[in-house]
């Protein structure tokens, strides 16, 4: 995470307490920064990747969209992942407790960090989440 950010710290914490979910049912994998998933390290291990990136196109710069326009910046980032090559599940972001609206996002499997940091700034977001090999996700503050 970058020392010094122009995010508002509570935009940050904000981040920090999201619940990240891979799927859409009740086998989903739940990311928490900073602690190791060994959902996740088993799906990585399967799928013989040993990265991915959670990412959104929804909201930018955390300013709430139209509905109609996150969609289509939605569907414009299942396009670029897979112009990679790279296999996404569709998940969401939503922190329990607030009225933020749950935004739809990919977990890109095989996403290394530098990429994964040029898709999040294509779309204006504030931050990612990536996960190395050791499978602890890690929010990356991309301004």
Request: aromatic share 6%.
């Amino acid at each position: 995470m970058l020392e010094t950010t122009q995010i508002h710290p509570d935009k940050v914490r904000a981040y920090l307490a999201t619940d990240y979910r891979l799927g859409h049912t009740d086998q989903d994998i739940v990311l928490t920064i900073r602690k190791r998933s060994e959902r996740l390290a088993e799906l990585f291990a399967g799928s013989g990747v040993n990265c991915g990136a959670f990412l959104t196109a929804y909201n930018p710069r955390g300013t709430i969209q139209p509905d109609a326009e996150n969609n289509q910046a939605h569907s414009q980032l299942a396009g670029q992942l897979q112009e990679l090559g790279l296999q996404a599940i569709e998940g969401s972001g939503s922190e329990e407790g607030t009225d933020w609206p749950s935004e739809k996002s990919y977990f890109a499997l095989g996403l290394a960090l530098e990429p994964a940091k040029t898709i999040g700034t294509h779309f204006n977001q504030d931050a990612i989440v990536w996960v190395g090999a050791d499978a602890v996700p890690q929010l990356i503050l991309l301004r």
